[in-house]
């Protein structure tokens, strides 16, 4: 078995499809499309492909660390006491344990994660 992983940025397997949990959903109707393609330390390390269409919700990390990296779209994320700051394709950044805030996806995204589970 490989240690090196490529991430399928176009996969062609059924996505799981998903909806934010109602007391997270602020606005719009957001849907969610998951392709994970790697689970490693006993599920606490998560690697995949993620797209949202537009809404609001509330985004709260807890424990997880979260890389992401913006393939397609535009996302607003106002961290609470922070500002707003935007992404567009090609911009990555990191969720910290921890971080509160609200995630508004203004045009349908897709992103490479990797959720780091303590």
């Not at 959903?25 to 269409?53: F, R």
Request: with cysteine; hydrophobic share 35%.
């Amino acid at each position: 078995m490989s240690l090196l992983l490529t991430i399928d940025t176009e996969p062609n397997f059924t996505p799981k499809q998903s909806l934010p949990d109602p007391d997270r959903l602020i606005s719009g109707n957001p849907a969610y499309k998951t392709w994970a393609q790697d689970a490693s330390k006993g599920e606490k390390v998560l690697t995949g492909v993620w797209e949202a269409t537009p809404g609001e919700t509330h985004s709260i990390k807890g424990t997880v660390y979260e890389f992401c990296h913006i393939l397609s779209g535009v996302v607003e994320i106002d961290e609470k006491g922070a500002g707003t700051k935007t992404y567009r394709a090609g911009d990555s950044f990191v969720m910290k344990p921890g971080f509160v805030g609200v995630w508004r996806t203004v045009e349908t995204v897709r992103k490479i994660y990797v959720c780091v589970y303590d």
